[in-house]
């Protein structure tokens, strides 16, 4: 903190890295982007050109079809949330305050073909905690979805004074899988999410505090909300009884319906008992398990594109996930295949020295 606020450039800028429009940017919520060298050296604090004053979250979503990057700013303090929009030429468009937001932790979002997708759940600021992150669950949040009309692309970022807010069940949502319009008109929204009990023993894991699991996360649940527009309501349904996090998808697919999505499985008390990567397939209800082995630890799955004949299909190309092997002190980078977890990886990259498992990551090509 300064006298001024908060300083925008101190960041660990380490939760999430991207491109968009010829540059590199690492990120972490609280503070503007970093951007980075090809060769990963530090250029320094990125505010675009100017028209940045706010934090930037770790989760922007570039649209597949306009190129235009969609992103957020969240404060405990208002604003409480702000809307961005950049072009695919990384020219920011538009920033928008969202009314009627809350101090509640907003750490992911979604866009969909003609909407913004905000979630706001049970876990708000709190200052009277100490651990780092000033935020804890409390039952009198309400949990809230908020969707906000897109304006057409190149013409800002959308038409926050129409957004409407929907309640939902009590719980948090950390990430989303994806959102869509389905041929009704109705947004369906799909993510893991936890309940008061899982949020405090994940919470207990990270901060070091008693009544902690053996592992990172407790309870979370693949989530799937209906929004009905029309009628004004929500219909909240679990999709699956693993613990998962970190959800990826083919990003071609991002605001569109998608067929298959991965996730990480956590050791549970439903026979999980290690580490495993989970491929669903929405359209059979079947999922593929690749567990990894006592002691292995991998980080989120991102998604490779393949290339050439059969590139079309969703599930053609590869994930790419840093595995941890806290048994032997060393790391790899696994290139499996994507449309067939059962088949051998296609490569294992034996790592110089140990790498810890990552949370999130993208697939850059050479021609970006």
Same mark, same amino acid.
Request: charged share 20%.
């Given at each position: 903190?300064?006298?001024?606020?908060?300083?925008?450039?101190?960041?660990?800028?380490?939760?999430?890295?991207?491109?968009?429009?010829?540059?590199?940017?690492?990120?972490?919520?609280?503070?503007?982007?970093?951007?980075?060298?090809?060769?990963?050296?530090?250029?320094?604090?990125?505010?675009?050109?100017?028209?940045?004053?706010?934090?930037?979250t770790a989760h922007p979503k570039e649209d597949p079809v306009t190129g235009e990057l969609h992103f957020?700013?969240?404060?405990?303090?208002?604003?409480?949330?702000?809307?961005?929009?950049?072009?695919?030429?990384?020219?920011?468009?538009?920033?928008?305050?969202?009314?009627?937001?809350?101090?509640?932790?907003?750490?992911?979002?979604?866009? %969909?073909?003609?909407?913004?997708?905000?979630?706001?759940?049970?876990?708000?600021?709190?200052?009277?905690?100490?651990?780092?992150?000033?935020?804890?669950? +409390?039952?009198?949040?309400?949990?809230?979805?908020?969707?906000?009309?897109? %304006?057409?692309?190149? %013409?800002?970022?959308?038409?926050?004074?129409?957004?409407?807010?929907?309640?939902?069940?009590?719980?948090?949502?950390?990430?989303?899988?994806?959102?869509?319009?389905?041929?009704?008109?109705?947004?369906?929204?799909?993510?893991?999410?936890?309940?008061?009990?899982?949020?405090?023993?994940?919470?207990?894991?990270?901060?070091?505090?008693?009544?902690?699991?053996?592992?990172?996360?407790?309870?979370?649940?693949?989530?799937?909300?209906?929004?009905?527009?029309?009628?004004?309501?929500?219909?909240?349904?679990?999709? +699956?009884?693993?613990?998962?996090?970190?959800?990826?998808?083919?990003?071609?697919?991002?605001?569109?319906?998608?067929?298959?999505?991965?996730?990480?499985?956590?050791?549970?008390?439903?026979?999980?008992?290690?580490?495993?990567?989970?491929?669903?397939?929405?359209?059979?209800?079947?999922?593929?398990?690749?567990?990894?082995?006592?002691?292995?630890?991998?980080?989120?799955?991102?998604?490779?594109?393949?290339?050439?004949?059969?590139?079309?299909?969703?599930?053609?190309?590869?994930?790419?996930?840093?595995?941890?092997?806290?048994?032997?002190?060393?790391?790899?980078?696994?290139?499996?295949?994507?449309?067939?977890?059962?088949?051998?990886?296609?490569? %294992?990259?034996?790592?110089?020295?140990?790498?810890?498992?990552?949370?999130?990551?993208?697939?850059?090509?050479?021609?970006?």
């Amino acid at each position: 903190m300064t006298e001024n606020g908060p300083d925008l450039t101190a960041s660990t800028a380490g939760t999430h890295v991207i491109e968009h429009a010829g540059r590199l940017l690492a990120l972490s919520e609280a503070a503007l982007p970093f951007e980075l060298t090809a060769d990963l050296e530090t250029v320094g604090a990125y505010d675009f050109g100017g028209k940045l004053r706010t934090a930037m979250t770790a989760h922007p979503k570039e649209d597949p079809v306009t190129g235009e990057l969609h992103f957020f700013a969240s404060s405990p303090f208002p604003p409480y949330l702000i809307h961005h929009v950049a072009s695919a030429d990384g020219k920011v468009l538009e920033s928008q305050e969202v009314p009627g937001a809350s101090a509640a932790l907003k750490h992911d979002f979604a866009i %969909t073909e003609h909407y913004v997708v905000f979630l706001e759940g049970s876990v708000t600021f709190d200052p009277a905690e100490h651990s780092g992150i000033p935020y804890g669950w +409390d039952d009198e949040q309400v949990s809230r979805i908020g969707v906000m009309p897109r %304006t057409a692309a190149g %013409t800002g970022g959308g038409r926050a004074r129409e957004i409407r807010w929907f309640e939902i069940g009590q719980g948090y949502g950390m990430h989303f899988a994806n959102a869509y319009e389905d041929p009704y008109g109705r947004i369906l929204v799909e993510g893991p999410t936890v309940g008061r009990d899982g949020w405090q023993r994940s919470w207990n894991w990270w901060v070091g505090a008693e009544d902690r699991g053996a592992e990172p996360n407790s309870g979370s649940r693949s989530t799937r909300w209906t929004v009905d527009l029309a009628a004004g309501s929500v219909k909240e349904e679990p999709t +699956d009884d693993l613990t998962v996090e970190f959800p990826t998808i083919n990003e071609a697919f991002l605001g569109i319906e998608h067929r298959y999505q991965y996730a990480l499985a956590f050791p549970d008390d439903l026979g999980i008992a290690a580490h495993t990567l989970v491929k669903y397939d929405r359209t059979t209800g079947a999922r593929q398990l690749l567990p990894f082995g006592a002691g292995r630890l991998p980080s989120e799955a991102v998604f490779v594109p393949a290339a050439g004949p059969g590139a079309s299909q969703e599930d053609a190309g590869y994930l790419l996930t840093v595995v941890s092997d806290l048994k032997a002190n060393a790391s790899q980078l696994l290139v499996l295949n994507a449309s067939d977890l059962t088949v051998p990886p296609v490569a %294992t990259i034996h790592l110089p020295r140990r790498v810890p498992a990552m949370i999130h990551g993208s697939w850059i090509p050479d021609a970006a």
